[in-house]
């Protein structure tokens, strides 16, 4: 019941094009879904996140969709472009635990 | 500039030896974090620590061990028991109390077992 799960594994996009990540939970005691990114070599950082208080956000071209009756929530990217190629992790927190569950990651390549 | 700094970037290690990672963060943050990142199993927490003096294991804490005696700083130490220690470690804070629950990441030590 602690489990989040993120699917594709990978996905490979073409400049342009739109990058849709997947995840879905269990627990409905999660209040807090964030997205990281993560660059080779590098620390995840925080790219956007949503409270199940609403079922959609968006700053610039990513979006978050949440859908609360079927836990499950996504990552769009519109007009994906070679730099947004990256690892892509999504996550859930309860809050006053101050833990995530994170999802096991897709591996986003953009062609040019 | 605030941030979480980890140290080394990249550390080697023979077999049967203890070897610790630093982490320091200037950000004020109650709690920090210890991850390992492996490739394909997305990040799986070592410990946390919510205040100092007092740490909790996380889902894979056997062959690791932490101390909490300052606010900014968390090291983990990989021990000899880790039967597989070859991965990539983050370090991570958060503030603990209202607000935003965004965890702080730092930029990673990769150890390797020769």
């Known amino acids: 019941q602690q489990q989040v799960k993120q699917s594709p594994q990978s996905l490979i996009v073409q400049k342009g094009g739109i990058s849709i990540i997947n995840c879905a939970y269990e627990?409905?005691?999660?209040?807090?879904f964030p997205w990281y990114q993560q660059f080779p070599g590098k620390g995840p950082a925080l790219l956007i996140a949503?409270?199940?208080?609403?079922s959609e956000k968006k700053e610039g071209r990513f979006t978050i969709s949440f859908n609360k009756s079927a836990k499950q929530f996504s990552l769009h990217i519109m007009d994906s472009q070679p730099g947004d190629s990256a690892t892509y992790f999504c996550?859930?927190?309860?809050?006053?635990?101050?833990?995530?569950?994170f999802g096991t990651g897709t591996r986003l390549k953009v062609l040019a | 500039d605030g941030g979480i700094t980890q140290s080394p970037k990249y550390l080697f290690r023979k077999e049967g030896q203890n070897v610790t990672l630093s982490c320091e963060q200037n950000?004020?943050?109650?709690?920090m974090y210890w991850y390992r990142q492996d490739p394909g199993q997305g990040l799986r927490l070592i410990y946390y620590?919510?205040?100092?003096?007092?740490?909790q294991k996380g889902d894979i804490a056997e062959g690791y061990s932490v101390s909490r005696e300052k606010k900014e700083s968390f090291p983990l130490t990989v021990t000899s028991a880790q039967k597989n220690p070859t991965a990539f470690y983050l370090c991570?804070?958060?503030?603990?109390?209202?607000?935003?629950?965004?965890?702080?990441f730092g930029p990673g030590t990769r150890l390797t077992v020769l």
């Open positions: 991570a804070s958060t503030q603990v109390g209202e607000g935003s629950h965004e965890q702080f």
């Open positions: 627990n409905t005691a999660f209040d807090y």
């Open positions: 949503i409270r199940p208080d609403v």
């Open positions: 996550a859930a927190s309860t809050s006053g635990t101050y833990k995530y569950i």
């Open positions: 950000l004020n943050h109650d709690a």
């Open positions: 620590s919510q205040i100092v003096n007092d740490f």
